[in-house]
């Protein structure tokens, strides 16, 4: 897989998991990646105009995530790329965990409503996450959110780099 693919992948799961509808999503996907199998010069053919794969898919489904990630595909002219997608966007769900650890490096004890805030956000993204919150004083405000190998930095420290390095330019 590239990058390519995993980036339109992880959109579309985004997307999925914004609008909870990761399950009718996966399964509409799964049809179509079956339909679409070994067609990906078909797709990328200058005879075959993106309303022709979009009137195609439209005869699969009518679900309007599915409609628009395809519209986006086509704009950026990446239909012979779609089974490729699809086969990323079907990794990242398997990697979907039942339970998922989120480290969050805090300068300062989080409320239990901030704990259920984070925890609600990040349900977007995992099913069942679990927060492994550590309190680091030496940071002064702010938060940093590490799992898998993301890391999310919003600490003040991170912040006054970023001002110090936009100022330097």
């Known amino acids: 897989m590239s990058s390519l693919h995993d980036s339109y992948a992880r959109a579309l799961l985004d997307m ?10 996966e399964a509409i ?3 179509l990646a079956e339909g679409f199998a070994g067609q990906e010069r078909f797709l ?7 309303s ?8 699969a489904t009518d679900h309007p995530l599915i409609l628009q990630f395809v519209d986006v595909l ?39 409503a901030q704990e259920n805030a984070l925890i609600e ?16 004083p030496a940071m002064v405000g702010g938060l940093k959110i590490a799992y898998d190998d993301q890391v999310f930095d919003a600490s003040t420290m991170a912040m ?8 330097s330019r």
């Open 16 to 25: 999925a998991l914004e609008k909870d509808a990761l399950e009718d999503v």
């Open 29 to 31: 996907a799964q049809g």
């Open 44 to 50: 990328a053919h200058p005879s075959v105009s993106p």
């Open 52 to 59: 022709d794969v979009r009137g195609l898919v439209e005869k």
């Open 74 to 112: 086509n704009h950026h002219h990446r239909m012979a790329e779609f089974t490729a997608i699809l086969e990323a966007f079907f990794a990242l769900v398997e990697s979907l965990s039942d339970e998922k650890v989120i480290h969050v490096e805090t300068a300062h004890p989080l409320s239990k």
């Open 121 to 136: 956000s990040f349900k977007k993204r995992f099913k069942t996450p679990k927060l492994n919150i550590t309190v680091n």
């Open 160 to 167: 006054y780099d970023a001002l110090k390095h936009t100022i």
